[in-house]
């Protein structure tokens, strides 16, 4: 998770939401990413979508079998689905999302008939220190 939020620290220096992932493969990260949807003008550039794009490269494949995906904001609908399409074994998850989030807020989305896969998830790894980063990052927005 110190990779993950470390990428969160970094999306926040940029000015981006701080939310950071990190897919890994046998213990070893083989892709790690920051959001970046307002340096590439693309809203689907989330963190968690910029590192299954990378691992699935890096291991020539849309599935990402026998990887676990860690995150430090649980996923949006569009995230978590994406996280089921790429058949990524276990989400690791920090903070709760319940405005926007899609696996134990909102749509619970693999909890829905219509899921094809559902990773294991496990929620609150460094759950304080993700929450606080996105507190301190928007307070600072309101106050500047």
Known sequence: ???ALAEA???????ETPVGAVVLRDGAAIA???NRTRELSDPTAHAEMLAIRMAC???GSERLVGCDLWVTLEPCPMCAAAISF???RRLYYGADDPKGGAVTSGVRLYG???CH???????????RESAELLR???RERREG
């Open 57 to 59: 490269d890096a291991m």
């Open 32 to 34: 790690q990413a920051g």
């Open 136 to 138: 301190s990052f928007f």
């Open 1 to 3: 998770m110190e990779l």
């Open 117 to 127: 896969h559902a990773p294991e998830v496990y929620p609150g790894f460094a759950e």
């Open 112 to 114: 829905q008939p219509t």
């Open 86 to 88: 790429a058949r990524i």
């Open 9 to 15: 620290r970094a999306a926040a220096a940029r000015g």
